[in-house]
């Protein structure tokens, strides 16, 4: 399996404007993770997903921000409108449902908001 | 809810010295898993090292293991002969039975030669 696969990279885009990030889990994984990383907070769990369905969406930080799973090999982080202090590598992360697995994670989407 | 405290942002240590990277952690349950994960610049996290809860001998991989102390929820990381691709970013997490990962902020380690 080529691992959890996160588009794009890199993006930089303008204030105001809607972004969409990817992410492709790794087959067979029922448990999807958005974090957010910045240097002030760090690793932040933004919403999780089991079997596509959103379980915890408290570390959204606005009604800007929105994340679907519309199946088990897609997911989408969406921030419309962009604001700067948006800025940060947003990263993908799966799952399986058994005890002592790890997260395997994508390699991030360094999102730039200007 | 669970937190985890990694108090130290950064350290230093030269190579093929010994390191201990601190971890601690908040939570009611009694089982759960912890993690070490590993963030050089390529900026991938990387699984260095696992813990379930339940089991009292700690883990151990290669030159990494760790000191698990369940009781003062205590998850330290030790790294011997420390080599130069060390350098990185160490994120110590709990998993709780709801399969939710909880970071701390992390430790920048660097290994000088």
Redesign the interface.
């Known amino acids: 399996d080529a691992g959890v696969i996160q588009s794009p990279r890199h993006e930089v885009t303008e204030m105001g404007q809607e972004v969409t990030l990817r992410c492709k889990p790794i087959s067979g994984h029922d448990y999807l993770f958005w974090y957010r990383q910045t240097m002030m907070r760090g690793l932040e769990l933004l919403i999780y997903f089991n079997n596509n369905v959103p379980i915890d969406d408290s570390g959204m930080p606005e009604d800007r921000f929105s994340a679907k799973m519309p199946n088990a090999s897609f997911s989408t982080l969406k921030i419309q409108p962009s604001e700067p202090r948006d800025s940060a590598v947003y990263f993908c992360a799966s799952s399986l449902r058994h005890q002592n697995t790890e997260a395997f994670f994508g390699q991030g989407t360094r999102l730039t908001v200007v | 809810a669970q937190t985890v405290t990694q108090s130290q942002p950064e350290m230093s240590v030269q190579e093929a010295e010994t390191v201990t990277l601190s971890c601690t952690y908040d939570t009611s349950e009694s089982n759960y898993?912890l993690?070490w994960?590993k963030q050089p610049p390529?900026?991938?996290?990387i699984?260095v090292i696992?813990q379930?809860a339940y089991k009292q001998q700690n883990a151990t991989e290669n030159r990494f293991s760790v000191n698990f102390q369940k009781a003062a929820k205590s998850f330290s990381l030790k790294i011997s002969d420390s080599q130069l691709g060390d350098t990185a970013m160490y994120?110590c997490?709990f998993?709780n039975t709801?399969?939710?990962?909880?970071?701390?902020?992390?430790t920048s380690l660097t290994v000088i030669p």
């Open positions: 898993y993690f994960y390529s900026r991938q996290m699984l696992r379930e994120f997490a998993m709801g399969n939710q990962f909880y970071f701390g902020t992390g």
